[in-house]
């Protein structure tokens, strides 16, 4: 199935959503019309994001202490390839349907899925994660969340514990007609201003037609 038939769902339910001032109801309709066989969900590739399991490579293994959040799961792959190099793993989306998928697919694996909103999220997270992965979440988004999106993610942070940002890139001022709204580099640096230092900003363009950001970031590093 060619990207463009893949999007196609949910290029239709997020424009209802958007137009009715809605900007996360659509993900909840799309896993639930996916598992009803009615659609499909276009990041759902059978396998962790790439770009994560290339950063993970040659890492020390996580202690037994180590926490890890990932931010809007979805059908869970990344917080599974997590939970099996040994990080202590919470993974959390919006849809209700999405979680209960994902703990139908990783029934054995030690990963705590919830389901909780990025926009309000649970207080208690705040500063509790040793590693936070955010996979082309904050790009589902519409721009004008993007400060309370990046405040949000970045509050969960540990001491001393790192933010990774993985998403898809845009030029300064390109106009984008989302859902996805890419990222700029202002966007993804915009994340050292809550308390974070950029460690390293990986600007990826493997073809001329594909462009990605990997970013990391520490609080407080030594």
């Known amino acids: ?19 009715a001032g809605d900007p996360t109801g659509w993900f909840e309709q799309l896993y639930a019309q996916a598992a009803a066989g009615q659609a499909v969900v276009p990041w759902d590739r059978g396998e962790p994001n790439p770009l994560l399991v290339e950063w993970a490579v040659g890492r020390p293994a996580p202690g037994p202490q180590h926490r890890a959040l990932v931010v809007g799961t979805g059908l869970g792959y990344d917080a ?25 697919r990783f029934p ?42 990046v405040s949000h993610i970045s509050r969960f942070v540990a001491d001393r514990g790192t933010l990774l940002i993985l998403g898809h890139g845009r030029e300064e ?26 460690v390293n900003i990986e600007d990826l363009r493997p073809a001329p037609d594909t462009w990605r950001w990997r970013a990391e970031f520490i609080r407080n590093p030594d």
């Open 1 to 19: 199935m060619a990207d463009n038939e893949r999007e196609a769902d949910a290029d239709r339910l997020s424009a209802a959503a958007l137009k």
């Open 80 to 104: 599974a390839f997590l939970a099996g190099l040994g990080w202590g793993t919470i993974a959390f989306d919006i849809s209700d349907t999405a979680i209960k998928a994902a703990r139908r």
């Open 108 to 149: 054995q694996v030690p990963v705590d899925f919830r389901v909780a909103d990025l926009l309000n999220p649970p207080p208690e997270w705040t500063g509790q994660f040793d590693l936070v992965l955010e996979s082309y979440t904050t790009q589902a988004l519409p721009v004008r969340l993007r400060p309370t999106v």
């Open 173 to 198: 001022g390109e106009e984008v007609d989302g859902p996805p709204w890419p990222l700029t580099r202002a966007d993804v640096e915009s994340y050292a201003g809550h308390g974070l230092t950029p």
